[in-house]
């Protein structure tokens, strides 16, 4: 009786998540005229829109607007999106704090002057306030901390420190680079792309981090929208070693599935969000031992839920974490000398990093003894 119950009540979340009304808008914005221009903004918001037009959203979307056309396009979405079942902005490019006041910055954001500042660029609760007005679920998502606007001297390589801009003492002791808390907002979800205060990694390879793992991970099947942004926060914490970790604050009253469907979770989702329940003092002893190995994140998080890591005392836990570090860069090591054009070399190789990856340092061992009896 229960299956049966759950059959149908997964029935009518499938049937109804197609049945709804969802609306977008995609705003991105790279090309900024005074401020530090960015590389990715816009290709991020290509990828969120393709993503969400696959998930039955009807999506509007401005690429480099000034103060005024981001105004308008906000207005438009409030009539073109009037009565819908979801309604979703997403931003990607500049936004600061001012004041504490959590605002995005437009093309022609100018920072003169703090009064300019504050007139050239948009208050997050207009946007906020038009997702009310829209839908019964609101959903806000912000690439916006990108590393610091104001600096990034010429040919730095990390792009950060002031410098592209000479800010006035006034501007200087007001602004903050990144976005503050917005406090609950009724029947609003806002997932932020770095931690409160923090600043965000643009991307080095077409993409920011968190917008490439939102693109990828908004389809997954069966998972509440939490649940999905779980899996964001913590590929973006993995794939930036620690450096960022985008935040979430909610204020839904009921679940929301992007994609209604269910089928099984890959392995490394599943440890993705097992990833999500570790303290942060455990975060940060994974943290140091990773840097000191230089690898990757999940692999020494793997370790350390199979093994039972996070009941052990610290130093048995350190031990473990120092051991497992320790077999994750003598496999990665072993990898290394497999460089065969043979396709079963090659097939063993991918599962043994996949297997790597994972913390699977046994299993890897034994594809890669597989791979060198062939090589």
Known sequence: MVRVLLVVIFACLAGSAWAEKRVALVLAADEYKILR??????NDGRAVETALEKLGFEVFSETNRDLRRMRRALDDFREDGAGADVALVFFSGHGVEINGENRLLPVDADPA????????????????????A??????????????????????????SGRGAVSLKPEVAAAVKPGLGRMGRAENILFSFSAAPGQTASDGAAGNSEFSAALAKFLPTEGLEIRSVLTLVQQEVYDVSRGRQLPYVENGLPKLFFAAASSSALPERDRLLLAMADITPDLRSEVEKVAASADMPLAPL?????????PTMQEGERRAKLTEAAQSFVQVRADMRKFASSDPRVAELRGQAEAQLALGAFGEARILLTKAAAID
């Not at 208050?123 to 306030?129: A, N, R, Y």
């Open 301 to 309: 998080y793997a370790a350390l839920i199979t093994s039972g890591g």
């Open 37 to 42: 221009p960015l590389e990715n903004a816009v």
């Open 113 to 132: 002057s703090l009064e300019r500042l504050k007139e050239t660029s948009l208050p997050l609760e207009e946007v906020t306030e038009a997702v009310a």
């Open 134 to 159: 829209i839908g019964r679920i609101g959903l806000i998502v912000l690439d916006a901390c990108r590393n610091d606007p104001f600096g990034g001297q010429p040919g730095a390589e990390d792009g």
